[in-house]
Antibody, heavy 120, light 106 residues
Framework: HVQLHQWGAGLVRPSETLSLTCTIS????????WSWLRQPPGKGLEYIGE???????NYNPSLKSRLTISVDTSRKQFSVNLTSVTGADTAVYYC??????????????WGQGSLVTVSS | IQLTQSPPSLSASVGDTVSITCRAS??????LAWYQQKPGKAPKVLIY???TLQTGVPSRFSGSGSGTDFTLTITSLQPEDFATYFC?????????FGGGTKVEIK
């Protein structure tokens, strides 16, 4: 079944850019909606954005001005960049593979999670 | 769309039946999923379309509801069920999650 492995810097300074990449194994880009989510310590989940099988990219409006999601189909990777980070961006970040169910995406496959701390 | 889960936490014993509710700020038909998350792990889908059991999930988990009010019920709680549960709406973007309900051992 699909496996996701993610990596990136675990410590980012305030005002700098958070960058994470996720590699897909046993799956292909047209199969799922490839997504990013995050979870601040002790809190609930927040949807960041996704790339659809057609290549359409959807961003959470609350983050859109600072957010870029990109894909490298040849390497079976997708990435997230979040600029101008603050302490409020400290969270465990997850990449995920989702299935479209009528109107939205159900997240079936998850990466291992990456704790990103914003601190000087 | 905001999702409000209740209670935020509950204590129960092995063998108990527990129910968790999720209320949406506007109608979402049956476009709701439930996830289970254990400490340090990624969430796992339990139920989608409000009441459809994901493949491989034990039948002691069940979901109900439509519109704005939804319930996740765990019948005969097992030791491995002690975890945090989240609801997610799939009705419209941005996709959103409830705040979670932590099920603890009494």
């Amino acid at each position: 079944h699909v496996q996701l492995h993610q990596w990136g810097a675990g410590l980012v300074r305030p005002s700098e850019t958070l960058s994470l990449t996720c590699t897909i194994s046993n799956g292909s880009f047209p199969d799922f909606h490839w997504s990013w989510l995050r979870q601040p310590p002790g809190k609930g989940l927040e949807y960041i954005g996704e790339v659809s099988p057609s290549g359409y990219i959807n961003y959470n409006p609350s983050l859109k001005s600072r957010l870029t999601i990109s894909v490298d189909t040849s390497r079976k990777q997708f990435s997230v960049n979040l600029t101008s980070v603050t302490g409020a961006d400290t969270a465990v970040y997850y990449c995920a593979g989702g299935v479209h169910i009528i109107r939205g995406v159900r997240f079936d496959y998850w990466g291992q999670g990456s704790l990103v701390t914003v601190s000087s | 769309i905001q999702l409000t889960q209740s209670p935020p936490s509950l204590s129960a014993s092995v063998g108990d039946t527990v129910s968790i509710t999720c209320r949406a700020s506007q109608g979402i038909s049956s476009h709701l999923a439930w996830y289970q998350q254990k400490p340090g792990k990624a969430p796992k889908v339990l139920i989608y379309s409000a009441s459809t059991l994901q493949t491989g999930v034990p039948s002691r988990f069940s979901g109900s509801g439509s519109g704005t009010d939804f319930t996740l019920t765990i019948t005969s709680l097992q030791p491995e069920d002690f975890a945090t549960y989240f609801c997610q709406q799939l009705n419209s973007y941005p996709l959103t999650f409830g705040g979670g309900t932590k099920v603890e051992i009494k």
